[in-house]
């Protein structure tokens, strides 16, 4: 198992920015590729952003392109994900999964394809 720790969630206002973190901690997390999902209430968890596993890769969802900005250090064994220009709609929560990737070119928008997941971080956004 590879636990991840999700921090960062809160109450936030629409236009402010948060940060979220994603640690895994004592494992070599240069050999995982890293997704952020996020479920609000009633509605199924979807993709939201995600990074090769070098970090020389990133993909988006569409609602959050040019807002959002996923990143990594290897180093920490942490991912980011930066919310900047945060709306009401993003309000949900957000969790963080991992895979072992033999290739720094996979990425997916699949939650069934990621195997370790964390425990959620709720971020709530008022108007």
């Known amino acids: 198992q590879v636990p991840l720790v999700e921090s960062g969630g809160g109450l936030m206002q629409a236009g402010d920015s948060l940060r979220l973190s994603c640690v895994a901690p004592?494992?070599?997390?240069?050999?995982?590729?890293v997704g952020w999902f996020r479920q609000a209430p009633g509605k199924e968890r979807g993709f939201v952003a995600a990074i090769s596993r070098s970090g020389s890769r990133t993909y988006y969802a569409d609602s959050v392109k040019g807002r959002f900005t996923i990143s990594r250090d290897n180093a920490k064994s942490t991912v980011y994900l930066q919310m900047d220009s945060l709306k009401p709609e993003d309000t949900a929560v957000y969790y963080c999964?991992?895979?072992?990737?033999?290739?720094?070119?996979?990425?997916?928008?699949?939650?069934?394809?990621?195997?370790?997941w964390g425990q959620g971080s709720q971020v709530t956004v008022s108007s």
């Open positions: 999964a991992a895979v072992q990737v033999g290739s720094d070119l996979w990425y997916s928008a699949s939650s069934v394809d990621y195997v370790y």
């Open positions: 004592g494992r070599t997390f240069s050999r995982y590729a």
